[in-house]
């Protein structure tokens, strides 16, 4: 087993029958004791990680989906900051989803997020997702009014087969060499607390809270429920979901780049063979150049 894959595997979630989020602690820190050694192993993860793409990109036959959710000052937009700095840019696309425009309600939930996925040989990054639609819509109902959907199609089951409809979309991806890891960044609520008194007393931070910030936390426990009903509802292990602590930011973002460099390297990327004819015509090339004089 690979290092990344030891570090990473105790947050994968596969099968979520017997998920409870309760089980999971989210100031662990497993056998990385210090801020310098989670460090190291960060900066070696970044380091295959960037080998890994450039293999991806240059095979260009699978697309990988990393989608981040979290509650508010979990360190999402960090996570992705510090991981992805070794990727060529040219190889990754991140999108972040806000609250729908008109255009986006419009059209099914899956639609805003569908047209921002990854082509071949790239990495997208989601931050927020489609699965706001089983969370934010979940728990404030009334955004659900601004869907417009028809009072026939809104019922109790909705949210389960919401969960279904996503299983499936996500399974079609699968067929389709799109590879998806889902991040959720489990922040306890008196960490998150602390992260928005910080953001409060320090000036260059005041500009990252909302006022919208402090009425979530009044949701806490609704969020709660619905975050483990998701993971529970759409983890499969084609499409698992990584539920990783979040109090300690260092350990975050070593899990996150742990848990990326293992599903790049299940998928034995290689730089794509020379075929004959290629060979010859890059001899010719360089015999080309090697005779002339400059």
């Known amino acids: 087993m690979s290092w990344a894959s ?27 004791r210090s801020k310098e050694h989670a460090k ?25 989906l ?24 040219q190889g990754c696309q991140v999108y972040s989803f806000k ?10 939930f899956l639609w805003r997020t569908s047209k921002c996925l990854p082509e071949r040989g790239h990495i997208g990054i989601f931050n927020r997702s489609y699965y706001e639609e089983v969370l934010v819509v979940r728990v404030h109902s009334d955004i ?3 869907e417009r959907l028809p009072d026939g199609l809104v019922s109790k089951n909705m949210w389960g087969e919401r969960f279904e409809d996503i299983k499936n979309f996500e399974r079609y991806l699968s067929n389709n060499a ?32 909302s006022a919208a910030d402090v009425r979530e936390r009044e949701c806490w426990n609704d969020y709660m429920i619905a975050y483990e009903e998701m993971i529970a509802a759409t983890a499969s292990p084609r499409s698992p ?6 109090d300690n930011k260092w350990y975050t973002r070593l899990v996150v780049a742990a848990a990326i460099v ?14 004959t004819e290629k060979r010859q015509q890059l001899q010719a090339a360089r015999a080309e150049l090697e005779k002339r004089k400059s």
């Open 6 to 32: 030891k570090l990473s595997k105790p947050y994968r979630i596969d099968h979520g029958k017997k998920f409870r989020l309760k089980d999971f602690d989210p100031g662990a820190t497993a056998q990385i």
């Open 40 to 64: 190291e192993l960060l900066e070696k993860g970044i380091a295959e990680m960037a080998d890994l793409q450039d293999k991806l990109y240059a095979q260009d036959r699978w697309a990988v």
């Open 66 to 89: 990393l989608i981040f959710q979290a509650m508010d000052a979990a360190g999402k937009d960090g996570a992705i900051k510090h991981v992805m700095s070794g990727v060529n840019p």
């Open 99 to 108: 609250a729908p425009s008109s255009e986006d309600l419009n059209h099914d």
């Open 144 to 146: 659900l009014k601004n």
């Open 178 to 209: 799109v590879v998806v890891r889902k991040f959720f960044l489990n922040v306890s609520r008196a960490e998150q607390k602390r992260r928005f008194l910080e953001r409060l007393e320090t000036p260059e931070k005041n500009w990252k809270f």
């Open 241 to 246: 979901w990584y539920v990783v602590p979040a």
């Open 262 to 275: 293992d599903t790049l390297q299940d998928l034995k990327l290689a730089y794509p063979n020379v075929d």
